[in-house]
């Protein structure tokens, strides 16, 4: 069965600091990857995805993953952390049929940042 | 430009009553969903829906019930509402196709609490 694993609960990092959330992820064939982010109260927002290709992808307000198939993971990666990123992050399989996708995800990671 | 819009956002009622949750779309897609999530914010698709046709149906109690009126639109009702239901649901849409560059697009979530 599909599904996504995110070993942290809850993360907390200085600003200015470097951050990695972690995923690792169960599909039975190549699959296509997402994190998203919900900040307070918010709907969720796409940092980035993957399909195929390049196995670092960037993605929107400095964040980028790296897909590594050998270790099933999906990491999150941003080199400095700002205030503004606190929020829960959620890491996501796309599972497919011909109409279109289900998102699977893991049970997300908060992010906290401290001053 | 709202992108995915559902309303209300806000949604407070007594349990064994029945309720909607609105969900539009401006974005030109032929899929749209529903998921749930739960007070430990775990997401979990509820719903899929192409060009108006039930696609995805997970195991939800037969008290939920998806209506898509057109492509643009899909709402939520709920009979019988149980203090269980109550969770942020949220609507999203994307565009079909074997899901490649099938984007997620989410709607700002609404939050309902069952007394």
């Known amino acids: 069965a599909q599904s996504v694993t995110q070993p942290d609960i809850h993360i907390t990092v200085s600003e200015g600091a470097s951050l990695e959330l972690r995923c690792n992820y169960s599909?039975?064939?190549?699959?296509?990857l997402f994190w998203y982010v919900q900040s307070p109260g918010q709907g969720l927002q796409l940092l980035l995805k993957?399909?195929?290709?390049?196995?670092l992808v960037q993605g929107i307000k400095g964040f980028e993953a790296e897909f590594k198939r050998s270790q099933s993971s999906f990491n999150l990666r941003k080199p400095s952390v700002h205030w503004s990123d606190a929020a829960e992050y959620f890491c996501?399989?796309?599972?497919?049929?011909?109409?279109?996708?289900?998102?699977?995800f893991g049970k997300g990671t908060t992010l906290s940042v401290s001053s | 430009d709202t992108a995915v819009s559902q309303t209300p956002k806000y949604l407070v009622t007594q349990m064994g009553n029945d309720k909607s949750i609105k969900c539009e779309q401006n974005l030109g897609h032929d899929t749209m969903y529903w998921y749930k999530q739960d007070s430990k914010k775990f997401l979990k698709i509820m719903f899929s829906y192409n060009n108006k046709e039930l696609i995805i149906n997970e195991t939800v109690p037969n008290r939920f019930s998806p209506k898509s009126p057109d492509k643009a639109h899909l709402n939520l009702h709920i009979n019988s509402l149980e203090l269980g239901d109550s969770a942020v649901y949220f609507c999203?849409?994307?565009?079909?196709?074997?899901?490649?560059?099938?984007?997620?697009?989410f709607g700002p979530g609404t939050r309902l609490t069952v007394l």
């Open positions: 599909y039975g064939a190549t699959p296509y």
């Open positions: 999203a849409s994307s565009h079909a196709g074997g899901g490649r560059g099938n984007e997620q697009f």
């Open positions: 993957y399909f195929s290709g390049d196995t």
């Open positions: 996501a399989v796309g599972s497919y049929n011909q109409a279109g996708t289900a998102l699977i």
